[in-house]
């Protein structure tokens, strides 16, 4: 058993703790999100919403709670679609050229760029549950602390799937794509239907058909389920919408999140073993 | 293995039409700095990346380390050190952590990374620079550094492609010093230059590759001394009518014209021949302008091998050369 992805991931983390301004800004954008958007959609929708008539025998959880699951899984997204960038940067500097030229075998480059991308997602998770509970989330209500535990091992386990998933993608463009610029755009164009068609930040019961069907198979969709269903519970109703997540929900979102993130790695190794020195 | 480190067999390589190595056939022995000296495009670098197993190989054999550079790649990568032709250095980590992480990705264990680091610190000069950035280094002391990593692993061979393009000469001779310490480590060299005077004063031996072909393989002196004992440029009234009369002496091994001058390669001692090769001249009617005596070169060497200068193209190939060292500044 070789461990040379270790490498990768050390010197990875080595200069996400030494850039200060990459640091402090994937820090504090999370709270960022919920601090501004967060309080000030979650007073206005709960103000529009105040009127609706709530499921009888439900428990009811305020919008800020239902959107902080969501801005888990959107923080989580962009700083991992992102991720990559450095990839094409070690390119373009030719830095990539001693990895490539050493025994290291392809995957475990890619290996320790994603398990780096896991670590810095796991600190924004903290951070958004951390800071939301101070500014009234109501995550994990009612838990016992074995409870929290598992709801927290629950989250964390998706969000590492999710993470991989998005890190191999990027990582595949960031290979790929010779340029910053068409890096850039690609990233934006992939994030924008991934965003909207999603129910990260609002449910999507209304929508229309064919945006309803297209979110199923949106890994955003499935990994904001899956963190609703660990911090909030099963069976809770969010401005009238009555949501229930089942054993098979919950299966779902972890089968169709490892799905996405294999199908990204074969991807990515693809575009790998296809780099040239 | 019969001592020696790199085996070549008619080797090949084309890229789409173009021939890039033509069946190339050298060995490199144990212990020795062997260069390629060649102008840009001659094809050098598309061998170190044969051997580097960066290239696959198309057509021929090849081994480094007795280990087949096609079946054993990775046994290959094992065995070598390289040192690119671009500065190819972490400029956001220290002198240390470029090794550390070098050491890491072949695997060495924590204990000998720490003393190889050190040691690779003293030869090369930059114990003082341990825990500098490499981005605040200058441009021979991050040579230096890739010098250092490309032995972290005590490679059987170190590979070099054009190891000092684009430096000054004090750089350059400074970086020739460090080399020879390697060698005298006991770390056979591989190096490829367009630089004359770095395979004269380096190398054990050079192969002079123009086109993707060996012209010629030997040591330096050996090389010069094939071509005559002493070189004599001529300017005269008439330099085809001289060049006939000198042709018809003994002493005389061969005379090329060039626009202005004619040289003239001498087999015999030349402050003999000289006064008697004048006076046949001007015997002729003929005025003599100038005459300029010297030791052959390895620029005569190359020049009549390859029937054409390095030089030319040489600025252009300065500028680029530092173009490259700049992009990754």
Same mark, same amino acid.
């Given at each position: 058993?070789?461990?040379?992805?270790?490498?990768?991931?050390?010197?990875?983390?080595?200069? +996400?703790?030494?850039?200060?301004?990459?640091?402090?800004?994937?820090l504090?954008?999370?709270?960022?999100?919920?601090?501004?958007f967060?309080l000030?959609?979650?007073?206005?929708f709960?103000?529009?919403? %105040?009127?609706?008539?709530?499921? %009888?025998g439900? =428990?009811?959880?305020?919008?800020?709670?239902?959107?902080?699951?969501?801005?888990?899984?959107?923080?989580?997204?962009?700083?991992?679609? +992102?991720?990559g960038?450095?990839?094409?940067?070690?390119?373009?500097?030719?830095?990539l050229?001693?990895?490539?030229?050493?025994?290291?075998?392809?995957?475990?480059?890619?290996?320790?760029?994603?398990?780096?991308?896991?670590?810095?997602?796991?600190?924004?998770?903290?951070?958004?549950?951390?800071?939301?509970?101070?500014?009234?989330?109501?995550?994990?209500?009612?838990?016992? @602390?074995?409870?929290?535990?598992?709801?927290?091992?629950?989250?964390m386990?998706?969000?590492?799937?999710?993470?991989?998933?998005?890190?191999?993608?990027?990582?595949s463009?960031?290979?790929?794509?010779?340029? =910053?610029?068409?890096?850039?755009?690609?990233?934006?164009?992939?994030?924008? =239907? @991934?965003?909207?068609?999603s129910?990260?930040?609002?449910?999507?019961?209304?929508?229309?058909?064919?945006?309803?069907?297209?979110?199923?198979?949106?890994?955003?969709?499935?990994?904001a389920?899956?963190?609703?269903?660990?911090?909030?519970?099963?069976?809770?109703?969010?401005?009238?919408?009555?949501?229930?997540?089942t054993?098979?929900?919950? %299966?779902?979102s972890?089968?169709?999140?490892?799905?996405f993130?294999?199908?990204?790695?074969?991807?990515?190794?693809?575009?790998?073993?296809k780099?040239?020195? | 293995?019969?001592?020696n480190?790199?085996?070549?067999?008619?080797?090949?390589?084309?890229?789409?039409?173009?021939?890039a190595?033509?069946?190339?056939?050298?060995?490199?022995?144990? *212990?020795?700095?062997?260069?390629?000296?060649?102008?840009?495009?001659?094809?050098?670098?598309?061998?170190?990346?044969?051997?580097?197993?960066?290239?696959?190989?198309?057509?021929?054999?090849?081994?480094?380390?007795?280990?087949?550079v096609?079946?054993?790649?990775?046994?290959?990568?094992?065995?070598?050190?390289?040192?690119?032709?671009?500065?190819?250095?972490?400029h956001?980590?220290?002198?240390?952590?470029?090794?550390?992480?070098?050491?890491?990705?072949?695997?060495?264990?924590k204990?000998?990374?720490?003393?190889?680091?050190?040691?690779?610190?003293?030869?090369?000069?930059?114990?003082?620079k341990?825990n500098?950035?490499?981005?605040?280094?200058?441009?021979?002391?991050?040579?230096?550094?890739?010098?250092a990593?490309?032995?972290?692993?005590?490679?059987a061979?170190?590979?070099?492609?054009?190891?000092?393009? &684009?430096?000054?000469?004090q750089?350059?001779?400074?970086?020739?010093?460090?080399?020879?310490?390697?060698?005298r480590?006991?770390?056979?060299?591989?190096?490829?230059?367009?630089?004359m005077?770095?395979?004269?004063?380096?190398?054990?031996r050079?192969?002079?590759?123009?086109?993707?072909?060996i012209?010629?393989?030997?040591?330096?002196?050996?090389l010069?001394?094939?071509l005559?004992?002493?070189?004599?440029?001529?300017?005269?009234?008439?330099?085809?009518?001289?060049?006939?009369?000198l042709?018809?002496?003994?002493?005389?091994?061969?005379?090329?014209?060039?626009?202005?001058?004619?040289?003239?390669?001498?087999?015999?001692?030349?402050?003999h021949?000289?006064?008697?090769?004048?006076?046949?001249?001007? &015997?002729?009617?003929?005025?003599?302008?100038t005459?300029?005596?010297?030791?052959?070169?390895?620029?005569?060497?190359?020049v009549?091998?390859?029937g054409?200068?390095?030089?030319?193209?040489?600025?252009?190939?300065?500028?680029?050369?530092?173009?490259?060292? *700049?992009?990754?500044?």
């Amino acid at each position: 058993m070789n461990f040379e992805f270790r490498a990768i991931y050390w010197r990875d983390m080595l200069k +996400f703790f030494r850039f200060k301004s990459v640091l402090f800004s994937s820090l504090i954008q999370p709270v960022m999100w919920l601090a501004f958007f967060g309080l000030a959609m979650s007073d206005s929708f709960d103000k529009l919403t %105040s009127l609706v008539p709530t499921v %009888s025998g439900v =428990p009811v959880v305020d919008y800020l709670s239902y959107m902080g699951a969501g801005i888990i899984a959107m923080d989580v997204l962009f700083s991992s679609l +992102f991720g990559g960038t450095t990839l094409m940067f070690d390119k373009k500097f030719s830095l990539l050229r001693e990895t490539l030229a050493s025994p290291v075998p392809r995957f475990h480059i890619i290996l320790g760029i994603g398990l780096s991308g896991v670590t810095k997602a796991f600190i924004q998770t903290f951070i958004i549950i951390g800071f939301g509970k101070l500014i009234g989330m109501d995550f994990f209500k009612g838990y016992t @602390l074995a409870e929290t535990l598992f709801a927290l091992v629950g989250i964390m386990l998706l969000v590492a799937i999710f993470t991989l998933g998005f890190l191999f993608l990027s990582g595949s463009i960031a290979i790929t794509i010779e340029n =910053p610029e068409g890096m850039q755009s690609i990233l934006t164009l992939l994030s924008m =239907p @991934l965003f909207f068609i999603s129910n990260a930040l609002y449910p999507i019961d209304s929508f229309p058909a064919i945006l309803k069907f297209l979110s199923m198979f949106n890994p955003l969709t499935l990994l904001a389920d899956g963190i609703r269903y660990f911090a909030l519970g099963p069976d809770f109703s969010v401005m009238g919408n009555h949501y229930v997540y089942t054993t098979a929900d919950i %299966s779902i979102s972890f089968l169709g999140l490892i799905f996405f993130a294999l199908s990204m790695l074969s991807a990515a190794m693809w575009r790998f073993n296809k780099v040239d020195v | 293995m019969s001592g020696n480190v790199i085996e070549v067999n008619n080797l090949e390589h084309s890229y789409g039409s173009v021939k890039a190595v033509d069946n190339i056939s050298f060995s490199v022995k144990q *212990g020795e700095i062997f260069s390629f000296l060649g102008p840009n495009g001659a094809g050098k670098s598309t061998v170190i990346n044969i051997l580097t197993t960066l290239k696959k190989i198309q057509k021929g054999e090849a081994r480094v380390n007795g280990y087949d550079v096609a079946k054993e790649s990775k046994s290959v990568r094992r065995s070598i050190g390289i040192v690119f032709q671009m500065l190819c250095l972490d400029h956001e980590m220290t002198v240390s952590e470029n090794l550390e992480y070098h050491g890491k990705i072949y695997s060495m264990p924590k204990k000998e990374r720490k003393q190889r680091i050190d040691e690779l610190l003293k030869l090369t000069d930059l114990e003082s620079k341990k825990n500098t950035l490499a981005k605040d280094l200058s441009g021979g002391m991050k040579r230096r550094l890739e010098l250092a990593r490309g032995l972290m692993t005590k490679p059987a061979v170190l590979f070099l492609d054009e190891p000092t393009v &684009g430096f000054d000469i004090q750089t350059r001779m400074r970086m020739w010093e460090y080399l020879r310490e390697i060698k005298r480590e006991g770390t056979t060299i591989f190096l490829t230059t367009h630089y004359m005077e770095e395979a004269d004063q380096l190398s054990d031996r050079i192969s002079i590759i123009d086109h993707g072909k060996i012209i010629v393989t030997g040591n330096a002196d050996e090389l010069k001394n094939k071509l005559g004992k002493d070189l004599i440029y001529l300017e005269t009234s008439d330099n085809k009518t001289a060049a006939e009369i000198l042709r018809s002496l003994r002493s005389v091994k061969t005379v090329t014209e060039d626009t202005k001058s004619l040289r003239v390669l001498i087999a015999e001692d030349v402050t003999h021949v000289l006064p008697q090769l004048m006076e046949k001249i001007r &015997g002729e009617g003929i005025e003599i302008t100038t005459v300029n005596i010297k030791k052959p070169s390895m620029d005569d060497v190359f020049v009549q091998y390859t029937g054409h200068g390095l030089r030319e193209g040489d600025e252009k190939e300065k500028q680029q050369g530092m173009e490259m060292v *700049g992009v990754s500044q």
